[in-house]
């Protein structure tokens, strides 16, 4: 995991670097699932160019940078909720870049997307106020899957006259190509094929023959329903040739999402009729439940 700290030299920022390089060198093992690749420490010596190199590496953000006790307003205002600006446009200005300030190219009606435009902090890691519709995560996902060609999706494979004759295609037009060094791509995918095979994910693929690569995530809305379940995923990892976006709003655990991806990769890759996954039920279904639900 890559790890940004910004405000690093401040009181806490220093303490929490110094926790981190604890970690990160084996001196601190209080943490021993936590393994840190390298730690961004962004202050106001730092440039904004650096900020967004930062902000392109990093898997996870902590936010400190400000002016702790500013003397007006204008000084809150440039030191505080301007910087925390400055680092939510650099988030927008990445996710844009990867389709998700616009529809997917869909031939029906599709909800509008929205980056986050909160809290830094969560914004980085999933959360703040973003909201996709699953096929323009799916997108996504397929442009971190083959390193950094973005489309504009189609539902439609080909238009044919009575005769068979084409009348039009409709594959996938390339909308963008992103050019990012091949170590960021590495990781990247590397990181999502260990949320398969080093973390709780793991009893949900062990037996499926073809290696997957995914991510979970969960968006809490209220307390008394179940958390909306997601699960974004590509294989093979080793070459990938398709990816699988799996969104059940309540599915209250992101494991159920990672199972109905698993049935799909099944039947995709013929380890499964359709009759085999439809007769399956729901007995591995996560048994997690919200205020006694």
């Known amino acids: 995991m890559d790890i940004l700290v910004t405000g690093a030299k401040g009181m806490v920022g220093t303490a929490l670097v110094a926790n981190l390089k604890n970690i ?16 961004y420490e962004y202050d106001v010596g730092s440039t904004l160019e650096e900020l967004e190199e930062y902000c392109q590496k990093a898997d996870f953000v902590f936010h400190l940078a400000g002016v702790n006790r500013p003397k007006d307003q204008a000084e809150f205002m440039s030191g505080n909720f301007g910087f925390s600006s400055v680092l939510l446009e650099t988030l927008k200005k990445y996710a844009t870049m990867f389709g998700l300030d616009r529809t997917s190219g869909i031939e029906i ?27 323009q995560l799916a997108r996504y996902v397929t442009a971190l899957a083959n390193r950094g060609t973005v489309y504009d999706l189609s539902l439609i494979d080909k238009e044919t006259d009575s005769q068979g004759n084409l009348v039009k295609d409709y594959s996938p037009a390339v909308a ?27 009893r949900v693929f062990d037996g499926l023959d073809v290696h997957v690569a995914g991510k979970t995530g969960t968006a809490q809305e209220s307390q008394k329903r179940g958390n909306h379940a997601f699960f974004i995923s590509f ?13 059940i709003p309540n599915g209250y655990s992101s494991s159920n999402a990672a199972m109905v991806a698993k049935h799909v990769y099944r ?19 996560s048994n997690e439940r919200i205020n006694g639900d």
């Open 267 to 285: 039947y995709f890759y013929g380890y499964a009729s359709l009759d085999d996954i439809l007769n399956s039920g729901a007995l591995d279904a």
């Open 176 to 202: 963008s190509t992103l050019d990012f060094q091949t170590s960021t791509w590495d990781a990247v995918q590397q990181g999502m094929r260990q949320v398969v095979t080093n973390s709780s994910t793991k």
């Open 109 to 135: 009606s599709e909800a509008t997307p929205s980056i986050s435009d909160t809290d830094p902090e969560r914004s980085s890691m999933g959360q703040g106020t973003h909201q996709f519709a699953s096929v």
């Open 24 to 39: 990160k060198e084996n001196k601190n093992r209080t943490r021993p699932d936590l393994h840190i690749d390298e730690i």
């Open 235 to 247: 294989a093979p990892y080793e070459n990938p040739e398709i990816s699988v976006t799996v969104s």
